[in-house]
């Protein structure tokens, strides 16, 4: 499995779908958030990006930072 570092900022569309690829995800036509969430399962997490009302006590995940943001 290949982990990224979060980055200081939010992830990249071309992050994320590299990601997904090397995770075995294909992205095809997914909206960002769908694609997130597959990530997220893929990884062992929750699929829970967007849904943590700007808190969020798993801070291994590399989306945290445009999620505390996002509202889905």
Request: proline share 4%; net charge positive.
């Amino acid at each position: 499995m290949v982990m990224l570092k979060a980055k200081p900022g939010p992830m990249t569309t071309a992050q994320i779908k590299t990601k997904a690829k090397n995770l075995g995800i294909e992205a095809g036509n997914m909206k960002k958030v769908e694609l997130i969430h597959r990530i997220q399962q893929a990884e062992g997490f929750s699929p829970c990006f967007g849904t943590s009302n700007g808190q969020c006590t798993n801070t291994a995940c590399c989306f945290i930072k445009d999620c505390l943001k996002t509202r889905v």
